[in-house]
């Protein structure tokens, strides 16, 4: 693989995941509309506007809390921006007086009427259909949007598009760090769609007072991404004959479309 083309690679790979980004993102969008749930679409661009309600001691989730006597509540009605779609959620919000900056929240989704409705959160799903999706301009066309665009093509060594399977092979391999986290995930989700408002709060409540900063989610962000890039880079440039390594487990190659040469065994 020469370096020019390691760099045309890398930016179809970019292309790929830009396209399929913005295209899943408004397919589960329009989903959601049909169906009575809300999403989150994982976004580059966020904006929050929440307001101060009045706390009522006897609403369920507040009891289920079960916060200190002394504890400072607050309830909020957020209303949260995400590219193509608003997510409205509430929020009750503990402050124990004894423990500084130190608190407990409770955070569900609400449809119009402030009723709890379960979410989705699209990043799992959306990450494990990737690999099919991908496979499927492979074997139809024999590159996948990004490598068409940059005039590339994905075909067995006779220069013949792959079998759905082979190319279906490859593109796991290639994209093994997003099927991994997305199946690592899979139960946060499960979780998450089921959760009950008073089931999370009786759970906050006898656990005590949290701390309101969870780094984890970020973290783990960082490590999928640093993972997913040193992935790509490590497969780019550990190279047989010109090929990637899953080039090679689906017995694939990469091609410029000016290029007739056949590559040697």
Excluded: H
């Amino acid at each position: 693989m020469q370096q020019r083309l390691f760099r045309v690679r890398a930016l179809a790979y970019i292309v790929d995941l830009l396209l399929y980004y913005f295209v899943a993102a408004a397919i589960f969008v329009f989903l959601a509309k049909l169906l009575p749930v809300q999403v989150l679409v994982p976004s580059i661009m966020n904006a929050q506007a929440c307001y101060d309600l009045v706390v009522d001691r006897d609403d369920p989730v507040i009891v289920a809390l079960q916060s200190p006597s002394d504890a400072i509540l607050f309830k909020k009605q957020c209303t949260i921006r995400q590219m193509f779609i608003n997510r409205v959620d509430l929020r009750i919000v503990g402050y124990a007086k004894a423990v500084e900056r130190v608190q407990v929240m409770v955070s569900y989704p609400v449809d119009e009427d402030g009723k709890a409705v379960p979410f989705i959160d699209t990043a799992s799903p959306g990450a494990l259909l990737l690999p099919f999706v991908a496979a499927f301009f492979v074997a139809r066309r024999g590159a996948t949007p990004g490598k068409s665009l940059f005039y590339l093509r994905i075909q067995t060594r006779e220069r013949k598009n792959p079998s759905y399977r082979r190319a279906l092979l490859r593109e796991l391999v290639r994209f093994a760090p997003w099927v991994m986290s997305a199946v690592i995930a899979l139960p946060t989700m499960w979780t998450a769609l089921m959760a009950d408002p008073i089931k999370m709060a009786e759970a906050l409540g006898s656990s005590g007072i949290l701390t309101g900063f969870n780094p984890l989610p970020g973290l783990a962000l960082v490590l999928i991404v640093s993972f997913a890039a040193l992935w790509f880079l490590f497969g780019s440039f550990i190279r047989w004959n010109g090929q990637a390594y899953w080039d090679r487990v689906a017995g694939l190659y990469v091609y410029d479309v000016g290029d007739e040469s056949i590559p040697s065994r």
